[in-house]
């Protein structure tokens, strides 16, 4: 299984070579293709899932977080090679399959259409090229609206003044993480953007 950007490892990136290099190993030796979609997929790269900015076909999709819009739910999509390996109560789960959470995902995969997505890359466009090159800020990785964000000074200490002046974000290792929501408004984004500028240029 791959991730095609690591999330808690860095906010690291495949490069487009090794994922099409595991999926050709994996479909040539009949090995399960799994992509690891749970910060991922359900738009977040501007893609319905993040795989598909690399032209690969896995046969295994995990997913979680944005599809229940908040609520708790994971879902696992397989394809025709691996559809008939899991039959009727070989899997359960605590939060499999509750009716609320369901019905969040409904909604949630019902508004991802191509607008919404190709708005999300408008706001990745946004949001990345605010940042490269910035004072403080050595590099950037990510995709999207998934950003990792390489400050000169410790992470940790630009995070407490993005805090401070209102901007919640996270760390991934040496890294500023940053997952914003996908229907945040522009206006809200380079505000938060131009804070978290400040904050790693001061």
């Known amino acids: 299984m791959i991730e095609c950007i690591q999330g808690e490892g ?28 749970v910060q991922t997929g ?7 899932y993040a795989y598909m900015n690399f032209g690969v076909n896995p046969d295994v999709v995990t997913t979680a977080k944005g599809i229940g819009g908040g609520l708790p739910l994971g879902a696992c999509l397989m394809g025709e090679k691996v559809e008939h390996v899991l039959g ?20 949630i995969i ?9 708005e999300v890359q408008r706001k990745g466009r946004i949001l990345f090229g605010a940042l490269e090159g910035a004072p403080g800020i050595e ?21 407490k003044k993005c805090i401070e002046k209102g ?14 929501a996908l229907n945040m408004p522009e206006e809200v984004l380079v505000k938060a953007v131009n804070i978290i500028k400040e904050a790693c240029a001061e």
């Open 10 to 37: 860095g906010v690291n990136p495949l490069t487009a070579e090794f994922i099409k290099g595991v999926d050709a190993i994996c479909h040539e030796n009949d090995i399960v293709f799994m992509v690891d979609e």
């Open 42 to 48: 359900n738009g977040r790269t501007g893609k319905l």
């Open 88 to 107: 009727h109560g070989d899997h359960g789960s605590t939060f499999g399959g509750n009716p609320v959470a369901c019905a969040g995902a409904v909604s």
């Open 110 to 118: 019902q508004r991802l259409d191509d607008d919404f997505l190709a």
């Open 139 to 159: 590099n950037l990785t990510g995709m999207g609206m998934m950003c990792g964000i390489k400050p000169v000074k410790p992470a940790g200490d630009v995070i």
């Open 167 to 180: 901007v919640l974000c996270l760390s991934a290792k040496d890294k500023i993480r940053l997952l914003p």
